[in-house]
């Protein structure tokens, strides 16, 4: 039985008249009476009898006045129930990422998160999928594009320093003294079935196809370790990057650039504490994580 039918009837049993009902909810009268009539309709009997001295409780009436405020004390512990979840710090919260964020820059700020509230549970999504959060897959997502759509929420952490990278053993089995000047120098590791890549490509003024990488792979990660194994060049975020002593930026002139970071949930989800508990704390992370970079974009 629809709660808030109810609810219309009791208010109307309790306050002795349409009027008197419709101002304690705040409601139109003519609103208020379509609702007392649709419960009627669904229970079919009268619940109130209309004459000229008013609204008088039918017998169905009466005998219904004791359940519905059974009903009502058990909505307001559910609602008081629902409010003490949501500020507690405990439970699950879902987070997507990139795969090369889930792999190598969420580690070390979940593991903070859970010393510091041991009780919260996260579930990692690592897609590059922008449609997560949209599909209620994910409770925060990190994306590098700002999400159009008003049930969302994003507050925008700064910019992440892209370029390309390869082993200093693949250099130098392109020979001692070789410097590529040009894209086509190199071997390149890049993406098989999404055109990102190819998108940031053009971004540079190259329009090129997918036979532009000679190693294909849409796992982000494999194409890192392809990198690191000195199989050839990829492009990979500075702050990866930087953590291998073996790998050396390449035509930086031409092949560095900034992703912007977005942190981003559903609006209704900041009122759970946990959530909005784990929120702020990415993006405190985060911000910590991209103020490291040279302001340069060196490799200072």
């Given amino acids: 039985m629809d709660w808030n039918l109810v609810q219309s009837f009791l208010t109307v049993a309790e306050a002795g008249s349409m009027s008197a009902a419709a101002a304690t909810m705040q409601l139109s009268q003519p609103t208020l009476s379509r609702q ?6 669904a229970m079919g009997v009268s619940l109130f009898e209309r004459g000229s001295r008013g ?55 979940l593991r903070d998160l859970r010393i510091e509230h041991p009780q919260i549970e996260i579930d990692i999504v690592a897609s590059n999928d922008v449609d997560n959060l949209l599909e209620r897959e994910a409770d925060i997502a990190i994306r590098h594009t700002r999400p159009a759509q008003g049930a969302l929420f994003a507050r925008e952490l700064g910019e992440l320093q892209v370029q390309a990278w390869a082993h200093q053993d693949y250099l130098a089995r392109q020979g001692t003294d070789f410097q590529g000047e040009q894209l086509e120098d190199y071997d390149w590791i890049g993406l098989d ?14 329009t090129t196809g997918r036979d532009f990488f000679s190693l294909r792979c849409d796992n982000q990660i494999v194409g890192w370790q ?25 035509l930086p002139l031409l092949t560095r650039t900034v992703l912007p ?5 559903h ?3 900041k009122q759970s504490a946990r ?18 970079q040279p302001a340069d974009g060196s490799l200072a």
């Fill in 55 to 109: 609204l008088r409780l039918t017998q169905a009436g009466e005998a219904l006045v004791a359940p519905a405020r059974a009903m009502r004390t058990a909505a307001s512990e559910v609602a008081i129930a629902a409010d003490q979840e949501q500020q507690l710090l405990q439970g699950s919260v879902r987070i997507t990422a990139s795969e090369m964020a889930t792999a190598f820059l969420l580690p070390e700020m």
């Fill in 36 to 41: 007392v009539a649709a419960l009627e309709a």
């Fill in 275 to 292: 959530i909005r508990c784990v929120f702020n704390h990415l993006a405190e992370r985060w911000q910590d994580l991209l103020a490291t």
């Fill in 193 to 206: 079935r999404s055109d990102f890549m190819l998108r940031r490509l053009r971004d540079f003024g190259i």
């Fill in 226 to 250: 392809l990198a690191l194994g000195a199989a050839g060049v990829a492009f990979a975020p500075d702050v990866v990057a930087r953590r291998y002593p073996s790998m050396r930026s390449i």
């Fill in 267 to 269: 609006r209704e989800l």
């Fill in 261 to 265: 970071v977005w942190l981003v949930c």
